[in-house]
């Protein structure tokens, strides 16, 4: 059995302050959509502050049909999803781009190493690529139909390169979309392919100029939000076969490690995840992230809120006001991780 690492916003923090969090990429998304001429009708100020300004609430809302909407209505709500789905995948786009000016962090690369030796499966709520690009330092390179483990069109321009294979059981699997993955933005998607777009060229900007983009037009970023229904993202057979495979994955792991979630109340879906897909037996789920110690308390009590005691033993050690990765790496290479997070033990029964 392998280890499952699930990746949030903080893991992408940890490779470089350029990458926003949720609160900073909902108003950049927000301001870059609400200043454009033409702005949506749906965005109205007022529909906005009713959501709070939650980027992950109004891509939701606006995401699936409500239950009172006319027709026009509903098309409206549409264009304005796909404006702000095309904006989220714009906004992280340039900020990732400031972060690969520079040589991405040692500590990305030997993780990306060990993962790729082990065979981890890693299960991403990010929509960057940050990860791949760290992987691309392995055996994985452009291989991303295997790496992806999801039946993804790879998507290049004529005469592009094809894909390739590599040798591990490593997956990465990307639950809410990813700025790679494109789609026709239809608002009835069961069938319809997903293409996802090989580092190479995603990052060569002589393909997104002087209309060399033509591979990618008509298409916009595959961005689900955190609590689009079933019957909307979910019904696509290819986005159903990442999630099966990390339900798969969560019900084998020896040990699970979230770096950088917090299991917020708005994400129901992997919530749901985590708590439908547990273990036969007891194992370790061990929380990585940095928070301030004011915060920590509310933290691992949203987790023991959705995981079961009996199958779960939360280990707190990364959770500081500091940097953990770099000492998480060196637990894991070294192997005294074991040591650091203890044995399993049993779980309480109620009479204690």
């Known amino acids: 059995m392998s280890d499952v690492f699930i990746l949030g916003a903080g893991f992408s923090k940890a490779i470089s302050d350029e990458m926003p969090l949720m609160a900073e990429l909902g108003q950049r998304v927000l301001s870059r959509v609400m200043n454009t001429r033409g702005r949506p009708a749906a965005l109205s100020m007022e529909s906005i502050l009713a959501l709070e300004k939650n980027i992950e609430l109004i891509l939701s809302f606006l995401g699936e049909r409500q239950p009172w909407q006319t027709a026009e209505e509903a098309s409206i709500a549409q264009a304005a999803f796909l404006a702000l789905q095309t904006a989220v995948g714009e906004v992280i786009g340039e900020s990732q781009d400031e972060v690969l000016a520079a040589d991405l962090p040692d500590w990305l690369r030997e993780l990306c190493e060990l993962w790729f030796d082990r065979g981890d499966t890693l299960i991403t709520l990010n929509?960057?690529?940050?990860?791949?690009?760290?992987?691309?330092?392995?055996?994985?390179?452009?291989?991303?139909?295997?790496?992806?483990?999801?039946?993804?069109?790879?998507?290049?321009?004529?005469?592009?390169?094809?894909?390739?294979?590599?040798?591990?059981?490593?997956?990465?699997?990307?639950?809410?979309?990813?700025?790679?993955?494109?789609?026709?933005?239809?608002?009835?998607?069961?069938?319809?392919?997903?293409?996802?777009?090989?580092?190479?060229?995603?990052?060569?900007?002589?393909?997104?100029?002087?209309?060399?983009?033509?591979?990618?037009?008509?298409?916009?970023?595959?961005?689900?939000?955190?609590?689009?229904?079933?019957?909307?993202?979910?019904?696509?057979?290819?986005?159903?076969?990442?999630?099966?495979?990390?339900?798969?994955?969560?019900?084998?792991?020896?040990?699970?490690?979230?770096?950088?979630?917090?299991?917020?109340?708005?994400?129901?879906?992997?919530?749901?995840?985590?708590?439908?897909?547990?273990?036969?037996?007891?194992?370790?789920?061990?929380?990585?992230?940095?928070?301030?110690?004011?915060?920590?308390?509310?933290?691992?009590?949203?987790?023991?809120?959705?995981?079961?005691?009996?199958?779960?033993?939360?280990?707190?050690?990364?959770?500081r006001p500091t940097d953990v990765l770099e000492e998480l790496k060196e637990g894991l290479i070294s192997g005294s991780i074991e040591t650091i997070v203890g044995p399993v033990r049993a779980a309480k029964s109620e009479d204690e």
């Open 127 to 319: 929509y960057d690529t940050l990860l791949e690009e760290g992987l691309r330092s392995t055996q994985v390179g452009e291989s991303l139909r295997q790496l992806y483990n999801a039946p993804l069109t790879p998507l290049a321009p004529h005469g592009g390169s094809s894909d390739s294979t590599f040798n591990s059981n490593l997956r990465l699997l990307k639950l809410h979309g990813s700025i790679n993955w494109f789609h026709s933005g239809a608002a009835h998607r069961n069938e319809e392919p997903i293409y996802a777009v090989r580092l190479h060229y995603f990052r060569n900007d002589h393909f997104w100029q002087d209309g060399q983009d033509y591979w990618v037009a008509g298409r916009v970023p595959l961005i689900v939000p955190p609590l689009a229904h079933k019957e909307g993202f979910y019904a696509n057979s290819s986005l159903r076969a990442v999630w099966s495979a990390a339900a798969s994955a969560l019900r084998e792991a020896e040990h699970v490690y979230c770096i950088g979630y917090s299991m917020p109340m708005t994400d129901l879906t992997v919530r749901a995840l985590l708590a439908a897909n547990t273990p036969k037996r007891r194992r370790k789920l061990v929380l990585v992230n940095k928070c301030p110690e004011a915060q920590k308390e509310a933290l691992v009590g949203r987790f023991r809120t959705v995981l079961p005691e009996h199958l779960y033993e939360l280990v707190d050690h990364f959770v």
